[in-house]
Each structure stands twice: as structure tokens, then as C-alpha cells.
T-cell receptor, first 113, second 114 residues
Framework: GESVGLHLPTLSVQEGDNSIINCAYS??????FIWYKQESGKGPQFIID?????DKRQGQRVTVLLNKTVKHLSLQIAATQPGDSAVYFC????????????FGTGTRLQVTL | DVKVTQSSRYLVKRTGEKVFLECVQD?????MFWYRQDPGLGLRLIYF???????EKGDIPEGYSVSREKKERFSLILESASTNQTSMYLC?????????????FGPGTRLTVL
């Protein structure tokens, strides 16, 4: 498959452990955030989202935390599995920009057995 | 489930050729987007469209044009392909009318310009 990011930061996690992937955003006017997962050779896949009026949102095995004070977003994956290996990136939408998103460059998650 | 399809997964073209990349969605979404994705640069917006026959430039429109004649179809056109347009091209859709800003992506087209 094709690599989507040759120079990405990489997080290596053992199977079964929890993973935490971080994202810093710059615009304090951003009001909506999304985490995407992108496997090699595929398009990004929606994982979970959160609006700025929330601090935490949980999905199936995933949790997103938002700290507006320091403009930081994190994605927590519980009991990481080999199928979680991918590039993860965050996206933010700024108030007043319709549906336009600004994307981070991503973090590669490698799950070791 | 939202389904976004792109006309080709892999494409090889020569410098100077005219290239058409097509994106089709089946969810009646108003908004459609074209991005390119390059290592270390993330996704960069080329063009987007809010409605049929409506288009707006994104962050890197130079060398590209778009067409949206039908709501479900958004085409990206490289008038005269150049080697620096070798990239992964991703189409996305969004249902702004539904009050949700999530963008859903197609599988991507890996374009190589020789």
C-alpha cells in the first residue's frame, strides 16, 4: 500500500494496551473537531467528533478529550488491536467557515504483538 | 452509510495531458470537496462546492478546475498535468443542511504524472 506520511511521528503500542494520540490546534475560534483514521492506500475514515461545548465524548473503544484552555485534543483507544494500526489525524472547523476543515498532519500508530 | 466513490484508484498520466478525476456520492449531500494529500503536508483543500454549479477556491487551486453539473457528482480537472501534481487526491462530502459538519471521504486516487 501507499504511505500517506513518510515523516510522521510514530506511536508504538503493544496489543492490548491503551493508546493516546494527541493533537494541538491553533484557532481558539474552532468549534468542532473530528478524528480520522487512515489505513494505507485508503481514504480517511471518520472515528469520532466533539463540539466545543463538550470536554469529553466516548464511542466504542475510543474517547476524545478536548482541552480548550490549551487548545489540545486527544484520542484514546482502549485495548489497542492490530487493526488499529493506521495514521490518525485531527481536523478542526472554525466558526463562520461553513463546512471547511483544517487538518493536522497526523500520527502513525503501530501496534506490536 | 455514506458512500463516496472515485473513478480510479490509480492513474498514470503524462505531462501536459488533461486529467479528469470524478467523485460520486449517494447521500444527497450539498457540499463536496477535493483535497490533495502529500507526505508531511496533510490534506490541502483544492476546491469545494456548496451546490450544483457553485464552486469556490480552496487553499491551492492553481492548476486545477472543477465542475459540478449534478448534485451527486464533483469533478476535478487538471488542464495540463505537471509532475508536481503527482499526489493522492481525495474527495469528500458533507451534509451541512443537516447541521453536521463531518466530512466523509472517498477511497482516493493515486495520480502519477510522468
Amino acid at each position: 500500500g501507499e504511505s500517506v506520511g513518510l515523516h510522521l511521528p510514530t506511536l508504538s503500542v503493544q496489543e492490548g494496551d491503551n493508546s493516546i494520540i494527541n493533537c494541538a490546534y491553533s484557532n481558539s475560534a474552532s468549534d468542532y473537531f473530528i478524528w480520522y483514521k487512515q489505513e494505507s492506500g485508503k481514504g480517511p475514515q471518520f472515528i469520532i467528533d466533539i463540539r466545543s461545548n463538550m470536554d469529553k465524548r466516548q464511542g466504542q473503544r475510543v474517547t476524545v478529550l478536548l482541552n480548550k484552555t490549551v487548545k489540545h485534543l486527544s484520542l484514546q483507544i482502549a485495548a489497542t488491536q492490530p487493526g488499529d494500526s493506521a495514521v490518525y489525524f485531527c481536523a478542526e472547523k472554525t466558526t463562520g467557515t461553513a463546512s471547511k476543515l483544517t487538518f493536522g498532519t497526523g500520527t502513525r500508530l503501530q501496534v506490536t504483538l | 452509510d455514506v458512500k463516496v466513490t472515485q473513478s480510479s484508484r490509480y492513474l498514470v498520466k503524462r505531462t501536459g495531458e488533461k486529467v479528469f478525476l470524478e467523485c460520486v456520492q449517494d447521500m444527497d449531500h450539498e457540499n463536496m470537496f477535493w483535497y490533495r494529500q502529500d507526505p508531511g503536508l496533510g490534506l490541502r483543500l483544492i476546491y469545494f462546492s456548496y451546490d450544483v454549479k457553485m464552486k469556490e477556491k480552496g487553499d491551492i487551486p492553481e492548476g486545477y478546475s472543477v465542475s459540478r453539473e449534478k448534485k451527486e457528482r464533483f469533478s476535478l480537472i487538471l488542464e495540463s498535468a505537471s509532475t508536481n501534481q503527482t499526489s493522492m487526491y481525495l474527495c469528500a462530502t458533507c451534509d451541512e443542511a443537516g447541521g453536521v459538519d463531518t466530512q466523509y471521504f472517498g477511497p482516493g486516487t493515486r495520480l502519477t504524472v510522468l
